[in-house]
């Protein structure tokens, strides 16, 4: 072999493997126009969790194919999950999760409803309670204000039950496609944020509520995602490689947004 090709060789093998994104849906899957869907279609590295009876959901069906899909990712992965995604996520973790777990790099867990709530949806049922889980992984819990299946207090509840962060999106209802955001930019700009290195979730979650903050005002040093690649984006992740080494000044400033005290 060629010294050339040696070094090639090396160079491949030293350059760390893309993070995928695993889409968690959840009742009825992600239709067309949820921003779920969205970013499967826009984003390279993104695939979606095919859990099954999307429509009759089977709690352990669901964290089973979950943990099968995490474990065939073969490499790092950020479980973005949405409504009762985010508790097949937080079941998975507690029953089935442990070897997969180091390969989890952050989870993002968009409006779970509480399923502890009767005469909802009985559907929800099947995954009460709420799991008492906290996640070995960084996660960010978003609400909405008005969201018909949770509360924004009962929502702070399952992220403080979960060990996770908190951000308050406002008003969203149950932040679907029936909340007119497209692709939901502004859950792109939180992607490189809760994997960028910080544990502590009390500055992840003030972190974040700063960046939905500049985001909503158009201030362009966050860099939700960068410059389209044949109609697909790359979603500005960090290698594995700087996760948590040098804690949360690297892994923010990195992306343009002041780590605070």
């Given at each position: 072999?060629?010294?050339?090709?040696?070094?090639?060789?090396?160079?491949?093998?030293?350059?760390?493997?893309?993070?995928?994104?695993?889409?968690?849906?959840?009742?009825?899957?992600?239709?067309?126009?949820?921003?779920?869907?969205?970013?499967?279609?826009?984003?390279?590295?993104?695939?979606?969790?095919?859990?099954?009876?999307?429509?009759?959901?089977?709690?352990?069906?669901?964290?089973?194919?979950?943990?099968?899909?995490?474990?065939k990712?073969?490499?790092?992965?950020?479980?973005?999950?949405?409504?009762?995604?985010?508790q097949?996520v937080?079941?998975?973790?507690?029953?089935?999760?442990?070897?997969?777990?180091?390969?989890?790099?952050?989870?993002?867990?968009?409006?779970?409803?509480?399923?502890?709530?009767?005469?909802?949806?009985?559907?929800?049922?099947?995954?009460?309670?709420?799991?008492?889980?906290?996640?070995?992984?960084?996660?960010?819990?978003?609400?909405?204000?008005?969201?018909?299946?949770?509360?924004?207090?009962?929502?702070?509840?399952?992220?403080?039950?979960?060990?996770?962060?908190?951000?308050?999106?406002g008003?969203?209802?149950?932040?679907?496609a029936?909340?007119?955001?497209?692709?939901?930019?502004?859950?792109?700009?939180?992607?490189?944020?809760?994997?960028?290195?910080?544990r502590?979730?009390?500055?992840?979650?003030?972190?974040?509520?700063?960046?939905?903050?500049k985001h909503?005002?158009?201030?362009?040093?966050?860099?939700?995602?960068?410059?389209?690649?044949?109609?697909?984006?790359?979603?500005?992740?960090?290698?594995a490689?700087?996760?948590?080494?040098?804690?949360v000044?690297?892994?923010?400033q990195?992306?343009?947004?002041?780590?605070?005290?």
């Amino acid at each position: 072999m060629s010294v050339r090709a040696a070094q090639g060789k090396e160079a491949a093998r030293m350059t760390p493997d893309p993070i995928k994104l695993l889409i968690v849906p959840g009742i009825d899957g992600s239709g067309a126009r949820h921003w779920q869907t969205e970013w499967e279609r826009g984003l390279e590295e993104c695939y979606r969790v095919e859990l099954g009876c999307w429509d009759d959901p089977i709690r352990n069906v669901w964290i089973s194919r979950l943990d099968q899909a995490v474990h065939k990712a073969g490499g790092d992965v950020v479980l973005v999950a949405h409504s009762l995604g985010c508790q097949a996520v937080a079941w998975w973790a507690r029953l089935l999760g442990a070897s997969a777990i180091p390969s989890v790099r952050a989870a993002l867990l968009v409006a779970p409803p509480d399923v502890d709530l009767q005469d909802v949806d009985r559907r929800l049922d099947r995954f009460a309670p709420n799991p008492d889980v906290a996640f070995p992984f960084p996660a960010l819990v978003v609400a909405s204000r008005d969201d018909p299946y949770a509360t924004i207090g009962r929502s702070r509840e399952i992220a403080d039950q979960w060990g996770a962060a908190f951000l308050d999106a406002g008003d969203l209802g149950h932040i679907n496609a029936d909340s007119d955001i497209a692709d939901w930019e502004e859950g792109q700009a939180l992607l490189p944020l809760l994997i960028g290195g910080t544990r502590d979730r009390d500055q992840l979650s003030r972190l974040a509520a700063d960046l939905l903050a500049k985001h909503r005002r158009g201030s362009k040093r966050i860099p939700f995602h960068a410059a389209r690649e044949q109609d697909r984006a790359r979603v500005q992740l960090p290698p594995a490689s700087l996760f948590f080494d040098d804690g949360v000044a690297r892994g923010v400033q990195s992306f343009g947004i002041d780590a605070g005290d």
